[in-house]
């Protein structure tokens, strides 16, 4: 059984930082990229980052130079270090695991930023 977890979220003040970490287990086949989405209420789940294999990573323009995203292959884990947090960065996070069978999805993390 294909298990997502998602863990690190948390309250923060603006300027401040968190890192969000997400394990992925039970997946028998290979992996093809590893992402963060975030999703506030009433608005669609949208990209935070995300790194494929040997692809090239990308990131919200909102996020670029503020969030870095990493994966540990050999554990089947991705990592978001998170940096000069914004209030509107205040949203649930989800992490999403890509295969050739279809994406998977963790239960999401909340991350609030107060002002």
């Known amino acids: 059984q294909v298990q997502v977890v998602e863990s690190g979220g948390g309250l923060v003040q603006a300027g401040g930082s968190l890192r969000l970490s997400c394990a992925a287990s039970g997946i028998v086949f290979s992996i093809d990229a590893m992402g963060w989405y975030r999703q506030t209420p009433g608005k669609q789940r949208e990209l935070v980052a995300t790194k494929p294999n040997g692809g090239i990573t990308k990131y919200a323009d909102s996020v670029k130079g503020r969030f870095t995203i990493s994966r540990d292959n050999a554990k089947n884990m991705v990592f978001l270090q998170m940096d000069n947090l914004r209030p509107e960065d205040t949203a649930v996070y989800y992490c999403?695991?890509?295969?050739?069978?279809?994406?998977?999805w963790g239960q999401g993390t909340q991350v609030t930023v107060s002002s």
């Open positions: 999403n695991v890509q295969t050739r069978f279809g994406d998977y």
